[in-house]
């Protein structure tokens, strides 16, 4: 198994060590697997998970949150019939399946809809995050708490 070696990033970059360990988890995970999935990006901060899962009944699927994990995961309860295949394609197992969420991405909806799980993301980015316009103040004006007031003082 290839392993990537992240020392040159933390010799210059502070605060990137959650990155690195998404990257090395991304990197060990499988690709594929049960059940088929898409990723689709729907709008410029939304994001909706497709999962085909032909067979399950909603009560069968559950979706979990936790430390920024998205696990996703199906329990198929034996049949009771015994039954005898020539040929069994169809996969009745169950499955557990986890995505790493970025920062402020939320699990918006989930629904199941003609044999496919859809669950639908969004990124809210806080207030105190996105970008603010500063005034630029002339010498004669304070900048106080986002009003700009002549200086009483000159």
């Given at each position: 198994?290839?392993?990537?070696?992240?020392?040159?990033?933390?010799?210059?970059?502070?605060?990137?060590?959650?990155?690195?360990?998404?990257?090395?988890?991304?990197?060990?995970?499988?690709?594929?697997g049960y059940p088929p999935y898409n990723i689709e990006v729907t709008?410029?901060?939304?994001?909706?998970?497709?999962?085909?899962?032909?067979?399950?009944?909603?009560?069968?699927?559950?979706?979990?949150?936790?430390?920024?994990?998205?696990?996703?995961?199906?329990?198929?309860?034996?049949?009771?019939?015994?039954?005898?295949?020539?040929?069994?394609?169809?996969?009745?197992?169950?499955?557990?399946?986890?995505?790493?969420?970025?920062?402020?991405?939320?699990?918006?909806?989930?629904?199941?809809?003609?044999?496919?799980?859809?669950?639908?993301?969004?990124?809210?980015?806080?207030?105190?995050?996105?970008?603010?316009r500063i005034d630029v103040r002339s010498e004669g004006n304070k900048y106080i708490e986002g009003e700009v007031a002549a200086d009483?003082?000159?």
């Open positions: 198994m290839t392993t990537i070696d992240f020392s040159p990033l933390f010799r210059s970059a502070i605060g990137f060590d959650r990155l690195a360990s998404a990257l090395e988890t991304a990197w060990r995970s499988d690709t594929g709008g410029e901060d939304t994001y909706q998970i497709t999962m085909a899962v032909a067979g399950f009944r909603d009560a069968e699927l559950e979706v979990v949150v936790k430390d920024d994990i998205l696990t996703v995961s199906g329990t198929k309860q034996e049949d009771e019939k015994e039954r005898r295949y020539l040929y069994r394609g169809i996969a009745n197992r169950s499955f557990e399946r986890k995505f790493q969420l970025a920062d402020h991405v939320r699990v918006v909806d989930a629904r199941l809809r003609d044999g496919l799980l859809h669950i639908d993301l969004a990124r809210e980015i806080p207030e105190s995050m996105k970008p603010r009483k003082a000159a």
